[in-house]
């Protein structure tokens, strides 16, 4: 195999597949980046038999083959190579030279033979979302997955598609991430489950542009991002996600509308007194127009107070404030709506047309003085 393709093209194809390229495992097979030029194109390939990226890149055949080679070391070659046209060329015992300019680097491949390809999956039921579109719902809900595997299906993200709304949903024990989005056409009911990992990976390939489109297609077992020249192709979490509907009660005795800024800075203050690993919980007091926020912690004690409006009865409730921070990151809207029960109840932020939910759990605590 011989082929010649820029710097730029080469290292973004394989910095895009890089992505599935596993940390750890015991088949070295699929710790190598598949070059695939067998064909009239160049096809970058890597698999960690969960999730599977492809990508084609521009470049010229000169004799057609193909070859795996370590993704680690590919990568970091193609990186310090200089700003010219790279040539790839194996032989028939998959010695590679990799030449750009007056840099030349040997290596050793191996045959793409035992090479795990991505499934052929029919492309029958998709939907279509923009880069932005997708790359921001991500945004918004990654963060509430549970990252250990104890209950896979919280380390995954629901997708559920009802005519022309997707609600994405996130949740590990301690909140829900709720975000709906209006789709461009309608479409069949659906709902899946798509690993964390997935989301996460394929947020960091996408452009972000608005006038760019994703295909997302779904079978039993898998899910499908097309875009541009890329295909991700990941596995499906198996199971019933959990019924969210009858946590998400609208009753509430108190509603606080507040600056979201000033909300957000000051619990991202407060939490200079808090060790890493230190479970000390921001205690809010909501009285008439004044929202006082106090933090106790072995380094000191911080208390501020903010201008509200209120609706209900005035509550003490005491919550952890990297739960709050992590939410009120990802709204946009200048003023939100809090509404709460009791102490032990959850919280809930949302917007009027419930274009966002999230829900916090308080936690106990003893009172500040």
Known sequence: MKLVCSKSNLLNGVQIVSKAVPNKTTMSILECILIDATRNEIKLTANDMELGIETIIEGEILEKGQVALDAKILLDIVRKLPDNDVTIETNSSFKTNITCEKAK???????????????????????????????????????????????????????????????????????????????????????????????????????????????????????????????????????????????????????????????????????????????????????????????NSTVGSMNEEINILKQGKDIMIGFNPKFMIDALRVIDDEQIDIYLVNPKAPCFIRDVAEKYIYLILPVNFTTVS
């Open 105 to 295: 680097f040997t290596i050793i491949g191996k045959s793409g033979e035992d090479f795990s390809y991505l499934p052929s999956i029919e492309r029958i039921d998709s939907i279509l979302i923009s880069h932005f579109t997708l790359k921001e719902v991500v945004r918004q809900t990654i963060f509430s997955i549970a990252d250990n595997d104890n209950n896979k299906l919280m380390t995954g993200e629901l997708f559920e598609i009802n005519g022309n709304e997707l609600k994405v949903v996130s949740l590990d024990g301690h909140r829900i991430s709720i975000r709906k989005i209006q789709l461009k056409e309608s479409y069949p009911s659906r709902k899946v489950v798509v690993p964390g990992k997935t989301l996460s990976e394929i947020s960091k390939i996408l452009s972000g542009d608005t006038d760019k489109d994703v295909n997302i297609f779904f079978t039993g077992k898998h899910i499908v991002f097309e875009f541009e020249k890329t295909t991700v192709v990941s596995r499906l979490i198996e199971g019933e996600y959990f019924r969210i509907d009858q946590m998400l009660s609208s009753d509430y005795e108190t509603k606080v509308t507040i600056n979201k800024r000033e909300l957000l800075e000051c619990i991202d203050r407060a939490t200079l007194l808090v060790k890493e690993g230190d479970k000390k919980p921001i205690i809010i007091n909501i009285t008439n127009e004044m929202m006082e926020l106090k933090i």
